[in-house]
């Protein structure tokens, strides 16, 4: 439970510092902070778990397998979270997370290839219902920006959960520790290439901004990605994707406290529905299906964080 409340409290604080990095004037293109973030922090771990005497060498099918997933985890996931929040502030883009759970959820039904039950079905309804009223003052104001970064986190959402999902699915043997630092690599070289493609400006960091970067490499991507990927391995999905219910309280709140940030009554409510959906899709969800891992290879230094 110790990786888990990591998870809590890092994550729930990583959208404001992603919010600072990003903001304009800031100076950091959000393809350029997301990619830098997961370039850094894969040969810091690397070189962590190898003093440890960790395995760091993946076989073919994990090269796959983390080819795969930091690809939906980095690339589409946390990448697209950069980019909208240049358009909405940073409770906000909290909450549109928030729905991450519920993706998992339906996600699991069709993996397990069983229709899923009438309160599942509910409260995603229920759920994607609260995203849309989140997102009702952008329609209304019909400004494309803002309307694009709403369907930008929401892939985000979803590209992270698919990604997780097949972590949980398809265990491997390399540590946590290890898996982050392939996930990053590849899901960094992903980012990267976007940002080519989309020729972004070299970035002219402020120090509000490099201080948001050094937080979100050390934090955010060394420690409590980390974290996740340990609670994934030994927790049930759904109680490891809990986290979608606290992020968005916590980085609401710091939002209001150091950026003086605020939401509309329709985005509240709309918070209110998005986290009525998701503890509705847990509960409706049932038993998660049990996971057989395959054995692990005692190595020295022990597995953790």
């Not at 759970?101 to 009438?118: G, N």
């Not at 392939?182 to 960094?188: A, I, P, V």
């Not at 409706?284 to 230094?301: A, D, E, I, M, Y």
Request: with cysteine.
């Amino acid at each position: 439970m110790g990786h888990l409340l990591v998870v809590y409290l890092v994550w729930s604080s990583t959208y404001l510092a992603i919010r600072v990095a990003v903001r304009p004037g800031a100076g950091f293109p959000p393809f350029v902070l997301a990619a830098l973030r997961c370039l850094l922090g894969f040969p810091v771990l690397l070189l962590w778990a190898r003093a440890r005497g960790l395995r760091i060498w993946p076989t073919a099918r994990e090269f796959r397998l983390l080819a795969i997933s930091g690809v939906l985890l980095w690339t589409f996931g946390n990448a697209f979270v950069a980019v909208a929040e240049q358009r909405v502030d940073s409770a906000l883009a909290a909450i549109l997370i928030a729905s991450t759970p519920i993706w998992v959820a339906l996600l699991e039904s069709i993996v397990d290839r069983r229709f899923p039950p009438a309160f599942l079905l509910a409260s995603l309804v229920v759920g994607f219902a609260g995203t849309g009223l989140v997102g009702y003052p952008a329609l209304r104001g019909g400004v494309r920006a803002d309307v694009l970064a709403i369907v930008l986190l929401l892939i985000a959402s979803l590209s992270w959960g698919g990604g997780s999902l097949l972590q949980r699915r398809r265990p491997i043997r390399l540590d946590a520790m290890v898996s982050a630092a392939y996930q990053m690599l590849f899901g960094g070289l992903g980012v990267l290439a976007i940002s080519f493609g989309l020729r972004e400006p070299w970035p002219t960091p402020n120090l509000s901004a490099w201080l948001g970067f050094a937080f979100l490499l050390v934090f955010g991507s060394i420690i409590a990605f980390t974290s996740f990927l340990k609670a994934l391995h030994l927790l049930p999905t759904r109680l490891v994707f809990t986290y979608g219910y606290v992020n968005p309280v916590i980085a609401t709140f710091l939002g209001w406290i150091i950026l003086g940030e605020r939401i509309s009554i329709e985005s509240l409510l709309g918070a209110g529905l998005v986290l009525l959906g998701v503890a509705g899709a847990f509960r409706g969800h049932g038993r998660p299906r049990s996971v057989r891992q395959p054995p692990t290879k005692p190595s020295r230094g022990a597995s953790g964080t």
